[in-house]
């Protein structure tokens, strides 16, 4: 009887959570059955984290999520001071600075939630106004955050975006200051790509949390995902750029380097081309008894993907739970608040990836997830786990008719023509979550999107002779930044600069602005000042008939 008041009573709940739009997180009998869990680590995935977060709170699920970057979220877990971490890299044993980055003996697995790429966000601005659409390869970038190119008009970057000249303006890398996966994940591709520039740099092979600064550069540091964005972004922020998860960019609604890739193509983090990056990972499943390796990512292939669609700095992240028996941390209620966010998360929690900048998991990565979530009910046998099935979730990357299929991946179009390497440049914003195509009206395959993912209005295109065409209402002078030709309203906030090849772009620079600001002062005296003297002379002289 108790067993059927139980079934009932999630029944009911399920019904509560499908009016309120999270109908696939698996609803407890009692409200005691949860309790509070407590999470740290990672800034890379904290984006989507905190909305599933806040999508599970109507199922009673108190779940927070606190970043600080993924070195932090091991740490604590190794403390017995989380519930759960976030990382992108998993416990190394012994870090890059000789300490100790091991569980501390509290018994874990990795857990896959949620893919997507580490983007290059910037700003360069001309006439007050932001470049959207630039272009650089793997090495220009390398050498940028090495401190072997320091200036926006370095040869390297006019020879990525085509022959472009950007102004002279000196170039400001954003580093992350805290322990992060997300500098784990760029230093790890530029130690396998570009051996030869980042180790001189660095000292040693490999990668690391904690980037190096070298005395004397202009890279500025900043901790935590959120901040580097918003450092990027302040009024401060013209000739800055860094790295981040694409999460925060897209949500900021700001421009993202498209990256050259193994196909010869400049492509930007797109929840499609992740998810074709990604189809070259090898996941590490020869012991799944060591959860010191199982599930761990190699990403060599992805890295070197000849998909002109992938991006290849293209990744996903781990939760670390917890799965003893006697962990000190856990009881039954704790457990099954895990258990069903993470269901949640792996889930109908995907379907929210693409939107929120990440990439959807595809069904190996879930149903290990799944496998990995069961750990729990083996440390107790009153956590519930029934009806779970991986075939049930709503995930955009499941094919229904073929389970082994990536369908985000299949439906992935291919890149625009003025993306390729020797064309274009593109005239299209990125960091709009829109893949740049030309199929169709270029945003997302049957999304129908209406602007192309351009943001700066109307469908643009390139020639044969690589010069930009648009059918927008107007298009924006790449040196003044006033509309020219069409409408000639105002410049919406977050128009797209785009440059004619042979025009150099000429930055704002600091005793332009003093001397037209002395110049207005002139301009007031001569129009204001000067006229009212003019009278006033007249005046004492009085008329003309009255002098003798």
Known sequence: MNR????????ATATTLAVAGVASVPAAAQAATYAQIEGTGSTWSEVIVQQWIADVDAAGMKVVYTGGGSTKGRKDFAQDTNDFAI???????????????????????YLPIVAGGTAFTYQLKVGDELVRNLRLSGETLTKIFTNQITNWNDPAITKDNNGRAFPNLPITPVVRSDGSGTTAQLTTWMDKEYPSIWRPYFGKSGLTSYYPKKSGSR????????????FISSTYGNGTIGYVEYSYPVNKNYPVVKVLNRGGYYVEPTQYNVAVALTKARINTSNPNDPSTYLTQILDDVYRNPDPRAYPISSYSYMVIPTAADDPRMTTAKRQTLADFMYYSL??????AGPYGYSPLPLNLVQAGFDQIA????ADKDVDLTNRDVRSCNNPTFDGKNLSNNKLAQIAPQPAACD????????????????STDEG????PDEGSGDGGGGGGGRTDVDTGGEVTTDAPGSVDPVTGEVVGGDTGTVSDGAAVYADPSTVLVADRAGDTRAFAWLSGLL???????????????RRRGPAGARS
């Open 347 to 352: 889930c109908a929690g995907q379907t929210k």
């Open 420 to 435: 390729k390497a020797g064309a274009g440049p593109c005239g299209t914003s990125t960091g709009t979550g829109d893949p």
């Open 441 to 444: 009206d270029g945003g997302a």
């Open 4 to 11: 059927l008041l139980s079934v009932l009573a999630r029944c």
């Open 375 to 378: 750990k729990l009910g083996k």
């Open 524 to 538: 007031l005296v001569t129009l204001v000042v000067l006229p009212g003297l003019y009278v006033s002379a007249l």
């Open 87 to 109: 990382s992108e890299i998993p416990f190394q044993g012994t870090d890059e600075q000789g300490n100790a980055d091991t569980s501390n003996g509290r018994s874990f697995a």
């Open 219 to 230: 890279t500025v540091s900043q901790a935590g995902s959120d901040q580097v964005m918003n």
